[in-house]
């Protein structure tokens, strides 16, 4: 019997992907392990520090499990899982504060730790980019789907639509926080250059809520182009049907260590078009239309041929269904649990 300790203090702050994982990895470790946090909300410089001083005090001997992209420095016996690196790629796009904090942890981390999990293969070669010599310690675990995305009923999403004032039930549905990396101004430019070009009933819906401050620069969109509804955050309740309601779904990110919501699209049956890049192919494989997110020109094709063609849509659909039974969050927490066995024995 190993005794494992799951630092839990990232999951009082704002849900993001890896809150997600974690929260989907913890519900299958119930009675396995005990999960240490402050009590109360701590973020910033605050919980950093409980991290880095307390918790190592907390810990008292097992295996230290680090589930968000941070842990104790002194923590040798300790698994901690990386998401991404953005912090060493894309400093530009973070509050210089939080790059610069993580710029400075990730590689004293991955050096002191007994084994790294990662979500995809592309994260675990940006990681060797910077650290050669942890190669051998890293292992890629992809993230699961929740069994809440499949195709919804028609009656569930008019009624989703209804409460979210989606002004018409042919859309497009952009889902992911308002931060640089979504790439969501190309989209908006895209958007507005086949305006012309299709039926004037097609929306554009724009989901999430602004990245933290505390993370993230701002982004503001001025002059927007018509047919483009804003629904703010959406409560993870309604995004099957929200999904499933879609003509297609666009994401377009320039920068993703995992990225969720192609996954959960596809998982609903919704056509979708990604960027080339980072992690993205590794997750939508064949089953998606994929596009470079950063020709505007590129992204307005695929977009009007994706509202206009219904029998690639409905290829896609099939081919998206089939790639999701692929990503399963049993089969995750399964191999991150020989991870850990294995960090524990050593």
């Known amino acids: ?19 997600r994982y974690t929260l989907e990895l913890l519900s299958r470790f119930r009675g396995k392990i005990q999960e240490v946090n402050p009590g109360h909300p701590l973020s910033g410089v605050r919980g950093h520090a409980w991290e880095q001083f307390i918790l190592p005090i907390k810990v008292k001997g097992d295996l230290l499990w680090s589930p968000s992209n941070t842990g104790p420095l002194v923590c040798e016996r300790q698994v ?27 590689p004293r981390l991955v050096g002191r730790v007994r084994s790294i999990i990662t979500v995809s293969e592309f994260t675990k070669q940006r990681i060797v980019a910077y650290c050669p010599e942890a190669e051998s310690k890293i292992h890629v675990v992809h993230n699961g789907v929740d069994a809440m995305f499949h195709p919804i009923e028609v009656d569930l999403i008019q009624r989703t639509r209804e409460r979210l004032h989606i002004p018409s039930p042919h859309y497009l549905v952009a889902l992911g ?24 009933d097609v929306w554009l819906v724009m989901t999430g809520a602004h990245g933290r401050r505390l993370v993230y620069g701002e982004v503001s969109f001025e002059n927007l182009p018509p047919r483009v509804h804003f629904t703010g955050h959406v409560p993870d309740e309604l995004l099957p049907a929200l999904y499933s309601g879609a003509i297609a779904a666009p994401y377009l990110s320039l920068y ?30 064949d089953a998606g239309i994929m596009v470079d997110p950063y020709d505007v020109e590129a992204i307005a094709d695929r977009l009007k041929n994706l509202i206009e063609d219904s029998v690639q849509r409905d290829d896609l659909r099939l081919a998206g269904l089939k790639r999701a039974k692929q990503f399963s969050w049993d089969k995750a927490a399964e191999l991150t649990w020989r991870v850990m066995e294995d960090a524990a024995q050593r």
């Open 1 to 19: 019997m190993i005794n494992i300790t799951v630092n839990t203090r990232t999951l009082g702050n704002h849900l993001t992907g890896a809150q």
């Open 256 to 285: 993703e260590g995992f990225g969720f919501p192609p996954l959960e699209a596809m998982a609903c049956g919704t056509p979708i078009l990604t960027g080339n890049l980072t992690s993205l192919p590794e997750v939508v494989g």
């Open 177 to 200: 926080s308002l931060e640089p990396r979504k790439n969501l101004p190309r989209l908006l430019q895209a958007w507005a250059m086949i305006q012309g070009k299709i039926s004037d």
């Open 80 to 106: 901690v899982t990386l998401h991404d690196v953005t912090p060493m790629d894309h400093p530009e796009w973070l509050n210089p504060r939080f790059a610069a904090w993580y710029r400075f942890l990730t």
